[in-house]
């Protein structure tokens, strides 16, 4: 790494010489090695060869030899911000020092107050907001508090145990309601933070019951683009870009699936003359998941955008209906996005996530059956996130297949995160015809049991936009989309009651 702190400026395009991101060090040193130490290292480390460029980064950041660089990087950086005279030199250098920090294990704080002394830097010198060192800089700032409030929450839960718990918690359960039971148990989702299953909605929601046939003859012959889970992920909820393919050919190649789907149901809707199921729900929910016959996922597909044929079949209650994303002007981002198709085959789960923008949203399951693993959004320190690319947090912490209790301790998940035992999460079945109604900022994981079909949407309205208007501020410094979202619902809250 000789020479870098002279290389590290780039980008003559730009209207300013930036920093270099960790990302583009770490694979310019990555490029430097021979063939066979970056195979030696990924075998080492059993790093996938399929993941995307940032995915494989993170990872290369988490060998010996990465972590190493890291380090060796931020000491040379911490010699050049004692040397270097020009302020907006000065300003970089703590920059890409504070960047580094936060992909450094323990030196979030240290990262945070670097970042900060660049910002006052940057205003000493009278650099405008609108630059862009300083939008990467209040960017990075942002991500860094976040990372920072993360760790010292986590660290403020745990002071007061004496000892931590040697088995995984155990689950609550999430309450199950009516469809003339949804506006008066409204409260729990908005105000109380607590998700709730609407039993039956789902069947209301649409001018006909959606099945997997229903699809494939209204919207068989467009092409959507499907993800791939991979655990190694950084990407939002662990699913990659994977390939394209006509509605009809994807869920063709889940008809094993929906085999599956019609033995487990067997017999489901029998029912006794007390009227109960022979087999609850609850039973088949609790059987081990198949390995997926395909790992590809119709993961959020708009229909407002992409069928709107399909779109124009959904009805929603007026128990739903109040989402300020909707209202949004036309041609705005989001206006259109949901609601959004999913489809996926049977034993794929999405990895753990917390929605964006700090929205609400609703899921209605129309074939198979979802798990949902669901934490308070209080717990979501006890979770290890971290923030390496964006203000969406990225979790290496996997809960696909856990019961809960005893019987699912293991001494490698609790030593990889100790302060998981201390968390409170839910865990629930969506069968067809339910709707589940997850409070903004839970971070979440799903499983999909038997071949699944379900619609879902994102919610901003009065009981979550303050959240979602910070986080909107923070991501129009890289996105100028979500600065026009966050001056209309910055206006729509000021006029609201």
């Given at each position: 790494m000789e020479g870098y702190i002279e290389s590290s400026l780039m980008d003559d395009d730009d209207e300013e010489d930036l920093p270099e991101s960790v990302d583009a060090m770490l694979s310019r040193w990555w490029r430097s090695?021979?063939?066979?130490?970056?195979?030696?290292?990924?075998?080492?480390?059993?790093?996938?060869?399929?993941?995307?460029?940032?995915?494989?980064?993170?990872?290369?950041?988490?060998?010996?030899?990465?972590?190493?660089?890291?380090?060796?990087?931020?000491?040379?950086?911490?010699?050049a911000v004692c040397h270097v005279n020009d302020q907006t030199s000065h300003a970089c250098n703590l920059l890409s020092l504070g960047e580094v920090l936060l992909w450094i294990d323990g030196c979030a704080e240290e990262a945070l107050a670097a970042l900060q002394q660049a910002r006052a830097t940057t205003a000493a010198v009278g650099l405008p907001s609108h630059s862009s060192?300083?939008?990467?800089?209040?960017?990075?700032?942002?991500?860094?508090?976040?990372?920072?409030?993360?760790?010292?929450?986590?660290?403020?839960?745990?002071?007061?145990?004496?000892?931590?718990?040697?088995?995984?918690?155990?689950?609550q359960k999430v309450k199950h309601v009516s469809v003339a039971e949804l506006k008066q148990s409204l409260p729990m989702w908005h105000e109380e933070g607590q998700p709730l299953l609407v039993t039956g909605l789902a069947k209301t929601m649409v001018t006909q019951l959606w099945s997997f046939e229903h699809i494939i003859s209204v919207a068989g012959s467009q092409h959507v683009d499907l993800m791939s889970p991979a655990?190694?992920?950084?990407?939002?909820?662990?699913?990659?870009?994977?390939?394209?393919?006509?509605?009809?050919?994807?869920?063709?190649s889940l008809r094993t699936d929906l085999a599956s789907n019609a033995s487990s149901t067997a017999g489901v809707a029998m029912e006794n003359p007390d009227g109960q199921n022979i087999e609850p729900a609850a039973k088949r929910c609790n059987n081990?998941?198949?390995?997926?016959?395909?790992?590809?996922?119709?993961?959020?597909?708009?229909?407002?955008?992409?069928?709107?044929?399909?779109?124009?079949?959904?009805?929603l209650p007026e128990e739903l209906a109040d989402n300020w994303l909707a209202q949004l002007p036309e041609g705005t981002q989001y206006h259109n996005s949901w609601p959004s198709l999913f489809a996926a085959p049977s034993g794929l789960s999405s990895g753990l996530h917390v929605d964006a923008f700090c929205s609400s949203f609703w899921m209605a399951v129309f074939e198979g059956t979802k798990r949902w693993t669901i934490f308070p959004r209080d717990d979501l320190p006890?979770?290890?996130?971290?923030?390496?690319?964006?203000?969406?947090?990225?979790?290496?912490l996997d809960v696909t297949g856990w019961s809960g209790g005893d019987g699912d301790a293991t001494a490698r998940v609790l030593a990889?995160?100790?302060?998981?035992?201390?968390?409170?999460?839910?865990?629930?079945?969506?069968?067809?015809?339910?709707?589940?109604?997850?409070?903004?900022?839970?971070?979440?994981?799903?499983?999909?049991?038997?071949?699944?079909?379900?619609?879902?949407s994102n919610v901003v309205s009065g009981h979550n936009a303050t959240e979602a208007l910070r986080w909107l501020k923070l991501q129009g410094l890289q996105d100028p989309a979500a600065v026009e979202v966050h001056r209309h619902l910055s206006a729509r809250l000021a006029s609201s009651p």
């Open positions: 090695l021979s063939p066979n130490e970056r195979a030696q290292i990924s075998s080492d480390h059993e790093i996938d060869s399929k993941l995307n460029p940032r995915s494989r980064i993170w990872c290369i950041s988490r060998t010996r030899q990465g972590e190493g660089l890291l380090h060796q990087i931020a000491k040379k950086l911490k010699l060192l300083v939008q990467r800089l209040d960017y990075a700032i942002g991500r860094g508090e976040m990372q920072c409030k993360a760790n010292s929450q986590r660290h403020q839960l745990l002071r007061p145990v004496s000892s931590l718990p040697t088995c995984l918690p155990t689950f655990g190694q992920s950084v990407m939002w909820a662990k699913l990659e870009p994977a390939s394209s393919s006509p509605v009809s050919d994807f869920i063709q081990s998941l198949p390995e997926p016959s395909d790992r590809l996922y119709l993961f959020d597909w708009s229909l407002p955008l992409n069928c709107p044929k399909l779109a124009a079949e959904i009805s006890l979770l290890y996130p971290r923030y390496p690319y964006s203000l969406d947090a990225a979790f290496s990889d995160f100790p302060a998981l035992g201390l968390s409170r999460p839910w865990q629930v079945c969506v069968e067809p015809g339910d709707v589940l109604l997850v409070p903004w900022g839970c971070a979440h994981q799903v499983e999909n049991i038997g071949a699944t079909l379900a619609i879902s």
